[in-house]
């Protein structure tokens, strides 16, 4: 059974640090791509990262870029999403996803995502 859980959220000062875990069963990360998406209330779904563990490929959206770094560990069939620097607008639920490499094609793309956690919660708050 494919399954993908995330973990790690939590509440946290503007400035601060989290990481989100994202642990895959019933499949290998090697063939898959890895997508980081997150939506605060009232908004649409965001794609924030991606990793496609097939060549190392990642991306970023650019309100994340130099501060969301995103890390796969194959041993550990588990896909890290560091978080640096947080800021109040990071604040939503963050769901990663996996897709196939030999279907990825745009990584920010919700819809071409077939495997999708449960969410965790994210708040950055003073």
């Known amino acids: 059974q494919v399954q993908l859980v995330e973990s790690g959220g939590g509440s946290v000062q503007p400035g601060g640090s989290l990481r989100l875990s994202c642990a895959a069963s019933?499949?290998?990360?090697?063939?898959?791509?890895i997508g980081w998406f997150r939506q605060a209330p009232g908004k649409e779904r965001e794609g924030v990262s991606s990793i496609k563990n097939r060549d190392g490929s990642t991306y970023y959206a650019d309100s994340v870029k130099g501060r969301f770094t995103i890390l796969s560990d194959n041993a550990k069939n588990t896909v890290y999403l560091q978080m640096n620097s947080l800021k109040p607008e990071d604040t939503a639920v963050y769901y990663c996803a996996a897709v196939s490499s030999l279907r990825f094609r745009i990584w920010n793309r919700s819809a071409e995502y077939r495997y999708w956690g449960q969410g965790t919660q994210v708040t950055v708050s003073s």
């Open positions: 019933g499949f290998s990360l090697d063939y898959y791509a």
